[in-house]
C-alpha cells in the first residue's frame, strides 16, 4: 500500500491527476438575467449549486434556451457529467447528470474518459475526499475552489473493471435509498392531493351540491355538507367555519441551551440536516451553540428563515435523545381534535407555501423572516372535528411510511459511508459476483 497525499492506495493502482481521466473539465455559466428570452420557455436544464445534493440530478428549477447557450458562457454538459461546487458554503457539494443539462459558473464539470474512469467511481471517490477538498478550499476568502486546482488534484484509480464493481456495490445502495425517496415522494403526494381535495377545493361537498356522487365510502361521505355558505373567506362548506393558524396549532416557545450539558447526546434538528435528507444529527451538548427550541414528540418545524425555500419536516423524535431545533424553525403541536398529519399537510401543501411567502419580513433575501405573530394570524377554513380525524384516519398510515422509509435511507447512507473509504483504498477488494449479491 502507498500514500496519495490524501488516501492509501495498493501498489497496481495508479495515482493519477483528475486532468488525466477526463475528456475534459470545465465551468458553467449564467446567461444574461436582462435576456428573458434567455429563461422563457427554456427546455435546457440549468444546474446551481444549491441543487448538488450528492446524487443523480433528475431536473432542475430553472431551464435556459439554445439561444442562452449559444450567446453566452452556459455550455451544454452530457449525461454522466459530475459536478462538483466550487464556491461558498455548498463548496464539495456534488451531482451526476442523468441527462444532458448545463450548469453555472459555480459547478466544476468533468467528463470523463470512459476508457479510463468510471464516471460513478469518480463521483465516489469524491464524495469520499469531500473533508480534503473543502481544506483546499479554506485559504480563499470565500472558500472557492479553482477549476486549475481540481484538474491538479490526485486520486487512486485501478482498472476501468476494477472502478466499475465498487461503483456498482456503492450504486446498489444509492439505489435503494433514492427508492425510498421516490417512495416517500409517491407518498406525501397521496397525502397532500387528499388534503387539496378535502380542504381547499372542497371537492366532496361540490360534488354534493351538484347531485353528484362523491365516490366516497358512506362513513365518510356522511361528514360533508352537501351546500356552502359565505365566510370572510369567500364560499366555505356549510358548518365550517373561518379561522386561523392558531386555531389548530400550539406554539412550542422553550428553549434550552444544549452547552449546559456538554456531555450529553441531543438530537438537533437543523436546517442543514433538513437539507441533508430530514434526519436530526446526534451531536454532544458543547458542539451545539446557542440556544434551541425543545422540540416534542409529534412536532411539525416549519422553517421561518427564507420561506421561499419551503422547509417542513415532519418529524421522528427518538425517546433515547432529548431532541432541541434550530430558532430559525417554528416548532408546532397540532391541537385537538386536529392532528399531526392534518397539521403537516396544511403546512406542505403548495397552497401554504405561496402564502408564507407574502408574511416576510426583511428585504434581503438571505435575511427574510416569517414572524410568529403573522404566521399564527394566517386564515385559514377550519373543518369540524370529526372531518379532521377521518383525515387523520387516511393520512397517518402513509406518513407513519415515510418515516419508516426516512429511517431506512439513514441506515442505508451509513453502511455506505462506512464503506466508501474501504474500497476506494483498495483494502476491500469486490468481485464479480459480490456485484451480483449486493445487487
Known amino acids: 500500500m502507498r500514500a496519495t497525499g490524501c488516501s492509501v492506495a495498493p501498489a497496481s493502482w ?38 448538488l445534493l450528492d ?36 463548496v464539495g457539494q456534488l451531482g451526476m447528470l442523468r441527462r444532458p443539462m448545463s450548469c453555472n459558473q459555480a459547478c466544476c464539470a468533468f467528463i470523463v474518459d470512459k476508457s479510463k474512469a468510471d464516471f460513478r467511481y469518480l463521483y465516489y471517490q469524491l464524495l469520499n475526499h469531500r473533508h480534503q477538498l473543502k481544506e483546499l478550499s479554506t485559504g480563499a476568502a470565500q472558500q472557492n475552489l479553482s477549476g486549475t486546482m481540481l484538474k491538479a488534484y490526485q486520486l487512486p484509480f485501478p482498472k476501468v ?47 354534493k351540491s351538484e347531485g353528484r ?51 450529553e447526546v441531543f438530537a438537533h434538528f437543523s436546517i442543514p440536516a433538513f437539507d441533508a435528507g430530514r434526519n436530526p444529527i446526534l451531536e454532544v451538548g458543547f458542539a451545539i451553540k446557542s440556544n434551541k427550541l ?19 419536516w415532519l418529524t421522528d423524535v427518538d425517546p433515547a435523545y432529548r431532541a432541541v431545533g434550530s430558532t430559525e424553525f417554528f416548532v408546532l403541536q397540532a391541537t385537538a381534535p386536529h392532528s399531526s398529519a392534518f397539521l403537516y399537510s396544511l403546512m406542505s401543501s403548495p397552497e401554504f407555501a405561496v402564502d408564507l411567502q407574502t408574511l416576510v419580513t426583511g428585504t434581503s433575501n438571505s435575511h427574510q423572516r416569517v414572524q410568529p405573530e403573522a404566521f399564527m394570524s394566517y386564515s385559514l377554513v377550519v373543518p369540524p372535528g370529526e372531518t379532521a380525524t377521518a383525515f387523520e384516519s387516511l393520512v397517518k398510515p402513509l406518513l407513519d411510511q415515510v418515516l419508516a422509509n426516512r429511517k431506512e435511507m439513514a441506515q442505508l447512507a451509513k453502511t455506505r459511508d462506512e464503506l466508501l473509504p474501504r474500497l476506494l483504498s483498495g483494502e476491500i477488494e469486490v468481485a464479480e459476483e459480490e456485484v451480483a449479491l449486493h445487487g
Open 161 to 207: 473493471e476494477t472502478q466499475g464493481r465498487i461503483a456498482d456495490v456503492l450504486a446498489s445502495l444509492d439505489n435503494k435509498i433514492e427508492l425510498n425517496r421516490r417512495m416517500n415522494e409517491t407518498l406525501e403526494a397521496m397525502a397532500r392531493a387528499l388534503f387539496r381535495s378535502w380542504f381547499v377545493d372542497f371537492d366532496p361537498v361540490r360534488a
Open 55 to 90: 446524487g443523480w440530478i433528475d431536473d432542475t428549477e430553472e431551464h435556459i434556451t439554445l439561444d442562452a447557450v449559444k450567446n453566452s458562457s452556459a455550455k451544454i454538459l452530457p449525461e454522466q457529467t459530475v459536478l462538483v461546487a466550487m464556491y461558498g458554503a455548498t
Open 213 to 263: 356522487p362523491t365516490g366516497l365510502p358512506a362513513d365518510l361521505d356522511t361528514l360533508f355538507p352537501s351546500e356552502f355558505e359565505d365566510s370572510p373567506l369567500g364560499e366555505i362548506p356549510k358548518g365550517w367555519r373561518a379561522g386561523t393558524v392558531s386555531d389548530v396549532v400550539g406554539m412550542g416557545r422553550q428553549q434550552v441551551n444544549p452547552g449546559d450539558s456538554p456531555d
Open 14 to 51: 495508479e495515482i493519477l491527476p483528475l486532468d488525466d481521466v477526463c475528456m475534459r473539465i470545465t465551468s458553467g455559466g449564467t446567461p444574461s438575467r436582462r435576456a428573458p428570452e434567455f429563461f422563457i420557455g427554456g427546455t435546457i436544464p440549468w444546474v446551481k449549486t444549491q441543487e
Open 294 to 312: 425543545v422540540v416534542t414528540p409529534g412536532s411539525i418545524l416549519v422553517s421561518k428563515l427564507n420561506p421561499h425555500i419551503p422547509r417542513v
